[in-house]
Nanobody, 131 residues
Framework: EVQLVESGGGSVQAGGSLRLSCVVSDHDQLLSTTCLAWFRQGPGKKREGIATINMQGNSTYADSVRGRFTISRDAENTLYLQMNSLTPEDTAEYYC????????????????????????WGHGIQVTVSA
């Protein structure tokens, strides 16, 4: 079964940057219809989908991070999230996720709003931004 492992979290001051990585096991088994995504869940908040990318490289972003965060993946399907201009509101546990997107529903605003549709998840990594 596919496993996802996040790294790169930590503490940073407001205005700083962090880059999260998510290594996907058996990455060569991913299909052309796979959707990869980053979610986050802040203290007392619902899980929020912040970015998705499909295997063609098309990405979507939540309004809360657009223009500051960039999702990408490399040839081995390691998933990245470059986070710039961080604010304390970005403090959260960050999760990478993936699933097959046969209906083109996951890599979209709809998919970001329905985290339950993603069946493969990393364990999460903490990002803390101080004022």
């Amino acid at each position: 079964e596919v496993q996802l492992v996040e790294s790169g979290g930590g503490s940073v001051q407001a205005g700083g940057s962090l880059r999260l990585s998510c290594v996907v096991s058996d990455h060569d088994q991913l299909l052309s219809t796979t959707c990869l995504a980053w979610f986050r869940q802040g203290p007392g908040k619902k899980r929020e989908g912040i970015a998705t990318i499909n295997m063609q490289g098309n990405s979507t972003y939540a309004d809360s991070v657009r223009g500051r965060f960039t999702i990408s993946r490399d040839a081995e399907n390691t998933l990245y999230l470059q986070m710039n201009s961080l604010t304390p509101e970005d403090t959260a546990e960050y999760y990478c996720a993936l699933d097959e997107d046969y209906l083109n529903a996951l890599c979209s605003n709809y998919g970001r709003s329905h985290f339950q549709l993603f069946h493969y998840w990393g364990h999460g990594i903490q990002v803390t931004v101080s004022a």
